[in-house]
């Protein structure tokens, strides 16, 4: 993986590779410290195939700590600075770790489950004198194209996180067929909001470096400085969540005058509504909108071509370049075309599995029983069209029954979200405690929403419940916390 940094430094030493608050490195510097950093792993007894976990802040000295563990061949383990101490024990408990970093923040934590931890604050200090040196990792831990690169902890709704193995093979070629869809450039700034514990972040470091581009790491930016920070940085490349692009939208509606140079915004994690896209496109005039499928145990799916964004509406693009998607029924067989089943996806970029999970990885990473090969059996639902574009319907737990319809919580967000006023929507499924309930970031009265979804919907499709909220609740990776909206109905709402 570190090899895709090397070709960079051959070709754009002094090419700006890498930016967060504090600073930025070119190529040959971010090379530079990831050999120091190797070096300073080999001299602790971190060896090929050693886990190192790190809960650190989204920085360029993270970046380097990225590649060096690629270089010293040990698995790189990022942890969110958000994740708390449940999950924290499960995570070091599951990864078994020869080494742990934390910083002031996470350390007292992390020493509490580890024992032993070490410092960001300290350690940096011997990274750079070894940077000065010019010392570099002992090339007898070269890692191999199987070997684990990362190790992406994943949240499921009710399970504990699971661990998305990430070899090295699989990153680099889904880094190279992704950076090819999307069409990243040289001179492009991709401006990252994620942080690289969640593989949408952890990427953009990997896809500037094959693009020879630039990254800017703006995890901890304020959110009232976000467009600001995207101007002043150049911004072309803008990778995005529906929480994000709806931040973008309100900030730029109170604010006059140029906005960032923004060619390409890419969205993942839900579905983008078409006010929100028309919206990016009014105060980014020419911006691509581009829409993408996928999961971290294949990273992308399907990318829209970036020329194509205005086109086949609902379409959530086509199979990254040397990959194949399938529809299949519940018996595994491939559907009609138009005809709505699992999505499967085929191809070099299908990871192995999840760590030290094998039942759950049998039942989501299957072999064909013809070709042998890996197929992620993803969970997802959607289509395929005569032309091979994939249509996204919805997840298993997004899609239910009522009063006899079958519908999907997509669509119903969706309606919401075309409600003016409404800057957030989220659809709990009936259960046993209450209806079909819906969650809105507004200013309207529930009666008012609800009276406007009768005018979107069919009566069976339309909420018997509606909550006005002022602060929406999220996950650490942007997304609909479903669990604590559901938690808010306790019960209650029937």
Known sequence: MHGLLDEAVDEVPHAPAVRDAAGGWSYRELAAYSEAFAAWLHARGVRRGDRVVLQLPTTRQLAAMFYGASRAGAVFVPLNPAMK??????????????????????????????????????????????????ARADGGQEARPDDVATLIYTSGSTAAPKAVICPHAQVTFATRALTEGLGYRPDDVVFCRFPMSWDYGLYKILMTCVARCEVVLADRDSDLLLLRRMRETGATVVPLVPSLASMIVTLAEREDGPQAPVRMFTNTGAALPQATIDALRRHFPGVRVVRQYGQTEAKRITVMPPGEDTERPGAVGLPLPGTRVLIL?????????????????????????????????????????????????????????????????????????????????????????????????????????????LFVESDLPPRTVLKELTQRLEPAKVPAICRVLSDFPLTQHGKNARKELALMLDGSGK
């Open 85 to 134: 101490m449940f999950h924290l024990r499960q995570v070091v408990a599951n990864a078994e770790p020869v080494l742990v970093i934390g910083d002031a923040a996470s350390g007292d934590g992390l020493a509490e489950i580890a024992g032993s931890v070490r410092l960001f604050e300290e350690l940096w200090p011997e990274v750079e004198e070894l940077r000065e040196r010019g």
């Open 329 to 437: 029924d519940a018996d595994g067989r491939p559907v009609p075309v138009g005809e709505v089943g699992e999505i499967v996806a085929v191809g070099p970029h299908v990871m192995p599995g999840y760590w030290k999970n094998p039942e759950v990885s049998a039942k989501t990473f299957r072999t064909d029983p013809e070709s042998g090969e890996r197929r992620l059996h993803t969970g997802d639902y959607g289509r395929l069209d005569e032309d091979g574009y994939l249509y996204f319907e919805g997840r298993r737990d997004d899609m239910f029954k009522r009063k006899g319809f079958r519908m999907s919580t997509l669509e119903i967000e969706g309606a919401a979200m075309d409600v003016p006023g409404v800057r957030a929507a989220a659809v709990l499924p009936p259960s046993d405690t209450h209806d079909l309930a």
